[in-house]
């Protein structure tokens, strides 16, 4: 069975915790997409140049050290606006999307560019003030800080020139702010198994 479920949204609204239990709950593989996005920052970060280090990327490098901080995020959301390197990440994006057995992704253009076929597609939101609290939650520091740099990387995001941040046309948009994870999660699983 092809069936990819895809799920986009700006950072800390909650696409990770949905996709993680969507995919358990139906056995599908998950790819977090800015993973990718992380690990092409750090590589470019250690000097790299970007399209080479997005075409040489291996699965390995998506498990490296450091990839969930603040600045990783802030490196990501840098090369993420570059088209070379949304480019050399496209084919296996779609591939994984299309694998046998069924796929969830998350992202920012899941369900725009890198897989408008999907048969779900979410989009999942919260408002600012409320993602960067759960951000400093997990990552403590300066919650200014922590809520200019969710707005900034926001901005960039939904900005860009190439496949920007948005909820696609068909999409169907679960915002977080006042909403426990399990609810979330019970009308992922409804919406998906409703297209089943
Ligand atoms: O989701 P996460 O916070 O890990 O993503 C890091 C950055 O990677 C995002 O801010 C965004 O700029 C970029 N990204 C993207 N397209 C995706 C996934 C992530 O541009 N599909």
């Known amino acids: 069975m092809i069936f990819t479920v895809a799920i986009d949204g700006p950072a800390a609204a909650g696409k990770g915790t949905i996709s993680r239990a969507v995919a358990a709950r139906f056995g599908f593989a998950h790819l977090d ?40 995020g802030q490196a990501a959301s840098r090369v993420a606006a570059l088209p070379a390197v949304r480019a050399a990440l496209i084919e296996f994006q779609r591939r994984f999307a299309r694998q046998e057995g069924g796929a969830v992704l998350d992202g920012r253009d ?69 909403m426990p994870v399990e609810e979330a999660i019970a009308r992922a699983t409804a919406l998906i198994a409703a297209h089943m």
């Open 33 to 72: 997409t800015g993973l990718l996005y992380r690990a092409v920052g750090a590589k470019v970060a250690a000097g790299v140049e970007p399209e080479a280090a997005a075409l040489a990327l291996v699965p390995a490098d998506l498990d490296a050290a450091g990839l969930r901080t603040l600045a990783a």
């Open 110 to 178: 899941i369900g725009t560019v890198i897989c408008p076929e999907a048969e779900v597609k979410l989009y999942v939101t919260a408002s600012p003030e409320i993602r960067a609290h759960r951000r400093w939650l997990e990552v403590g520091g300066d919650a200014g800080q922590v809520l200019a740099e969710v707005r900034e990387r926001d901005a960039r995001d939904m900005h860009r020139a190439d496949a920007p941040l948005r909820p696609a046309a068909d999409a169907v948009v679960i915002d977080t702010s006042d």
